[in-house]
């Protein structure tokens, strides 16, 4: 595994972390506490350090899991991200929770789930300009800070182009941005990542295998289960995204190479990237996306040496 510097935070995280949305039983399974026990076990095995959640994959369900594992487990050789700002009703279902008041109460709500004192990166989950522009909230947020519930925050921005919440990031005491970054989409390079390496903010790639679709698992014209986000998806815009993979395989992908690893490794060349958060539903999935960490350079202007 390689490590790079997570921006101001000063953490030191694997380029290759754990995403748990498919935790909370919304893309196509449902996880028992023992699955997700060997999923982090293999992850830590393979020096991967990073966990990224949120209150509403599940009502807190992926946080409640993940707590079930840390319970066991030394809590202190993870980085663990969590995020707030929606309330989760049922599958594919949310409503909006960005006030100050809501937001102190789904923070004891994740501490609790989590079964941890603290949070290491908190971040302001995919919200609208107008929730993010409320003193009241970052106010109450930095009395978390001082008062050493959050190590740090974050943001994670809704629309990967989201220039306008980026570049006041600092202003906010926000060090981290997560954004859309993947082959199949690379709104970020448009401004946000030029705004992120300017202010010293780590970046989380999130979705870097675009929903599984850079995978290579999928040819144009499968189907998704009705527990699987993915069955929401446009079907011509799926369609035309795995004749893009098709393309891309054919002509960008070294042969022999595993093109999941290729997607993963893709993302982290990009300066401004710290690490890609692909969700893994099985432990040799674990393995196959930390493989990507041997195709990264060592001389990425944020890589580190754990010491």
């Given amino acids: 595994m390689k490590y790079r510097r997570l921006g101001k935070t000063e953490l030191k995280v694997s380029v290759v972390g754990v995403g748990t949305w498919q935790f909370g039983g919304e893309w196509g399974m449902d996880f028992t506490q023992q699955e997700v026990d060997q999923i982090l076990d293999k992850a830590k095995e393979l020096g991967i350090n990073l966990i990224d959640t949120a209150e509403c994959y599940g009502d807190h369900l992926s946080e409640r899991l993940i707590g079930g594992y840390l319970q066991k487990n030394r809590r202190e050789d993870w980085i663990v991200a969590t995020k707030f700002g929606h309330q989760f009703h049922d599958k594919f279902s949310r409503t909006d929770q960005y006030g100050a008041a809501e937001v102190l109460q789904q923070l004891d709500q994740s501490l609790a789930a989590l079964q941890t004192d603290y949070i290491d990166l908190y971040q ?4 609208p300009d ?31 182009g989201n220039l306008y919440q980026t570049s006041k990031a600092s202003s906010i005491n926000a060090k ?45 014209g499968s189907v998704f289960a009705g527990n699987d ?38 993302c982290l060349k990009h300066p401004a990237v710290t690490t890609v958060i692909p969700g893994s539903k099985s432990p040799a999935q674990v393995e196959a996306n930390a493989k990507a960490a041997e195709f990264v350079s060592d001389d990425h202007p944020q890589a580190v040496h754990l010491s």
């Fill in 229 to 266: 986000v993915r069955h929401r998806h446009d079907q011509q815009h799926v369609a035309n995204l795995l004749k893009q993979v098709e393309d891309i395989k054919q002509n960008e992908v070294p042969e022999g190479m595993d093109m999941a690893q290729w997607a993963l490794a893709w």
């Fill in 130 to 160: 107008s929730a993010f522009d409320n003193d009241a909230l970052w106010t109450m947020l930095d009395k978390q800070v001082q008062a050493g519930k959050i190590r740090h925050l974050g943001l994670s921005i809704s629309k990967n």
């Fill in 124 to 127: 302001f989950h995919s919200g």
């Fill in 176 to 220: 981290t941005i997560q954004a859309v970054y993947n082959r199949l989409d690379r709104i970020p390079e448009e401004g946000v990542f030029a705004s992120c390496e300017e202010q010293d903010l780590g970046v989380l790639a999130r979705v870097p295998l675009a929903s599984g679709y850079l995978s290579g698992k999928y040819k144009p």
